[in-house]
């Protein structure tokens, strides 16, 4: 019987996944691809229709990638779904908004430290600086921007003045300007903010690029956030990296394939296989050189590893330090609603996501001392749900009913005349929030599945409440004539980081500054979960940055006489 | 009414005659209609959510037939006739009495107000929002694929027409983007 092997098995097609494949493929490696969901097609991504996708989760709501999540060790656990979607992942349906992370944002500890003093940090807080520095990231950011297709403008061209440095400018000019940004942009001008156009992961115009793939210019549709791209302007892996790896033959992309354990050999230092259910459900296993978990969103990926376990490995892989589900964060997610009485603004037209946005109360952007609270996040000019008839329906002040005639009437009028001003606000992984396994909760194999606990701390709480103030005060500096806070009490679960987190102590982090797994070299780790801290900005355009970085190293240690030569 | 699931009346595809009757009264006093347009029983909202608990809200279809018999005792018990031989005052008390009710008076309130919404505004595939009454009401041409520059600053309610995704899908075949 011929043996199942693969030079990599990669577990995951999404934007870390995704590029993953077209590296090492394109560099002769032979791949497989274990993907839980579908490839879909046109006819399931070529779709508008607000209620089957936003309301619905048309792209994401399947009974097949449950997870529960639960508030503190006290608290019961509720099953929601998580945002995977097959192949090309979250990046089939996101809002694309693309950043590099900024230079201190790799050293927020030591930072914080430094300017505030340790008192300032919360007690029980997990805040650790990154094992690597913006520079070293730098290229492979400039190389995502580049493939993927991105659209913005560098600080010197009136784009975010707290930008980390660029070479060059984006590849792609900023998407066009409307009513709502021009809204927004001067309201924060008038506060003395620094407003500039949202960098998108979604094309300004039509592309090629490096990848030799022609895509078309987004088309303004405003079906964007919960949707994929009806053009395929809006960068995925699927339109972007993966037909890249495809095209040279070397990728076996296995779908429907539910990865549920990583099988190491008798030393339990060396990765040798991978185990999966199959779209039939029967277990299969195919044996890998190197192996790469990728599988989206913080949860599943740590789950895979606390399923790996062996006698050399009882807690799971990757598990010697005890840190393996720790250190989590989430961006708490504020919104806004504004009503304008003087001017029509039809902002459900566009990527209504990648719009205005200011920086100036990210990060540690602003003077803390003070306040109670560290850190902050981006402010957005955005729309409320995905920005169409049926979320503005749920948009509705306190003081106007929500049914009947005077109900009837708002809608009518403010669906026009509304922008949603929102935020990514950091939270700072401590020790009250962890991804692990929940025993009262099976797979429909059997299997455990994750369960992440998290819950806003009261530095989270002042932060909000500081942040909900400023956008207030936006929306009236913008000339609404009534704004109101629509989403005050967010959970601390957007955009998830950490649980497998990188460093450069062996006691004190799961995987090495490469995303490599301490104790088993042949197993790497990409995803957010990677990430000792997560800052105010949407993380995907590290994720696909911090990849690339990884493929390089693996491409680099692979050749003859590297460290993983010997697995290949 | 009986216990066991009722009959799908006329051309309903679940809902009995007299549910889907009160799920209009229902529907009418949600969105009443007026000046600005259709009614969301007459935009076809309880069409949309009669199709929906013959598929995906299928587990709902005890909830829908226990608050709508429910409903109808609580108006022949206030005003002695069914809820839909009331006045619209009259439905509106009700309602507004369910909306702050009983557990399962305010739970089966905010389900129907929510499906009925759904209908009146998603995309007309679905059975509701027929003729665009939904989207003309709040200036939402839908699913038409592309603005323009000069749309996205004009700072008016456009007048562009309506399109369903269906509409869209249509008119794409031989331009390239492939069709449903």
């Known amino acids: ?568 | 009414m009986t216990d066991g699931p009722t009959e799908a009346g006329g051309d309903w595809q679940t809902l009995s005659s007299l549910e889907a009757a009160t799920l209009e009264a229902i529907a009418a006093r949600i969105v009443p209609g007026d000046d600005l347009g259709p009614s969301a029983a007459e935009a076809g909202s309880v069409v949309y959510v009669d199709r929906a608990l013959a598929g995906p809200y299928q587990t709902l279809r005890t909830e829908y037939q226990q608050g709508l018999a429910a409903l109808d005792t609580a108006a022949r018990d206030s005003y002695g006739c069914a809820f839909t031989r009331l006045g619209g005052a009259e439905q509106d008390t009700l309602l507004s009495a369910w909306e702050t009710g009983t557990d399962a008076e305010r739970a089966f309130f905010t389900m129907v107000r929510r499906h009925v919404l759904e209908g009146f505004f998603a995309d007309p595939m679905y059975g509701g929002n027929q003729d665009f009454a939904g989207w003309r009401l709040v200036g939402f041409p839908g699913a038409v694929g592309a603005y323009t520059a000069a749309e996205m600053q004009s700072g008016t309610v456009l007048a562009k027409g309506y399109s369903g995704l269906q509409d869209w899908i249509a008119r794409q075949t031989g331009k390239g983007i492939a069709p449903a």
């Open chain 1, 1 to 568: 019987m011929s043996r199942d092997r693969a030079d990599a098995v990669i577990v995951g097609l999404g934007a870390a996944g995704g590029v993953l494949a077209k590296e090492l493929t394109t560099a002769g490696l032979q791949v497989v691809a274990l993907e839980r969901g579908a490839l879909m097609g046109p006819s399931e991504l070529h779709v508008m229709d607000e209620l089957g996708m936003t309301v619905r989760g048309g792209l994401w709501a399947n009974a097949n990638q449950l997870i529960t999540r639960r508030l503190d060790r006290e608290s019961p656990s509720v099953i929601v779904n998580s945002q995977a979607a097959g192949v090309g992942g979250a990046t089939l349906h996101w809002a694309a908004l693309i950043w590099r992370f900024h230079e201190e944002d790799f050293y927020t500890r030591t930072s914080t430290l430094e300017r505030y003093g340790e008192e300032a940090l919360p007690p029980g807080n997990l805040v650790a600086d990154w094992p690597m520095r913006y520079g070293d990231l730098a290229p492979f950011y400039e190389q995502a921007e580049g493939e993927l297709g991105v659209s913005g403008v560098w600080a010197h061209g009136g784009g975010n003045p707290f930008d980390a440095p660029r070479d060059r400018d984006f590849p792609l000019p900023p998407l066009l300007d409307d009513a709502a940004s021009r809204t927004f942009r001067e309201g924060a001008l008038k506060l003395g903010y620094h407003p500039f156009p949202g960098p998108a992961g979604i094309l300004s115009r039509d592309y090629t690029g490096p990848l030799g793939i022609a895509r078309r210019g987004c088309q303004y549709c405003g079906f964007c956030r919960h949707h994929a791209c009806i053009v395929d302007a809006k960068t995925s892996s699927l339109v972007s990296v993966i037909p890249v790896a495809r095209a040279t033959g070397r990728l076996d992309m296995r779908t429907g394939c539910t990865a549920m354990r990583v099988n190491v050999d008798a030393t339990g230092t060396r990765a040798r296989s991978v185990s999966y259910y199959d779209p039939q459900g029967a277990l299969r296993e195919v044996e890998a050189g190197l192996v790469f978990v990728a599988a989206g969103s913080v949860a599943e990926t740590v789950r895979l590893l606390l399923l790996s376990t062996s006698d050399h490995h009882p807690a799971g892989l990757g598990n010697a330090s005890n840190w393996l589900g720790k250190g989590f964060a989430g961006h708490m997610r504020p919104s806004v609603v504004a009503l304008y009485d003087d001017r029509v603004l039809n902002s459900f037209i566009g990527p209504n996501h990648a719009n205005d946005c200011i920086d100036d109360l990210n990060a540690d952007h602003f003077d803390h001392t003070g306040l109670g609270f560290l850190r902050g996040g981006v402010v957005f000019q955005d729309v409320y749900g995905s920005g169409g008839p049926l979320s503005f329906s749920e948009a509705v002040p306190p003081d106007v009913p929500r049914w009947g005639s005077a109900y009837k009437a708002y809608v009518s009028r403010y669906f026009t005349r509304h922008l949603s001003i929102g935020a990514w606000l950091e939270t700072l992984p401590h020790e009250g929030a962890f991804v692990d396994l929940d025993a009262a909760v099976r797979d429909r194999f059997g299997l455990p599945v994750a369960r992440i606990t998290a819950k806003r701390q009261p530095q989270d709480d002042r932060l909000l409440a500081f942040m909900l103030d400023r956008m207030m005060e936006l929306a009236a500096a913008t000339g609404a004539s009534k704004s109101w806070v629509q989403v005050g009490a967010p959970l601390p679960d957007q955009h998830q980081a950490g649980g497998t987190r990188m460093g450069n102590d062996p006691e004190m982090s799961v995987t090495n500054a490469w995303g490599q797994v301490w104790d088993v070299p042949n197993v790497f780790v990409a995803s957010a979960s990677l990430f000792p801290s997560l800052t105010g900005l949407n993380p995907t355009l590290t994720i696909f940055a911090l990849a690339y970085r990884q493929a390089a190293f693996v491409l680099r240690e692979a050749a003859a006489g590297g460290s993983l030569a010997r697995y290949l």
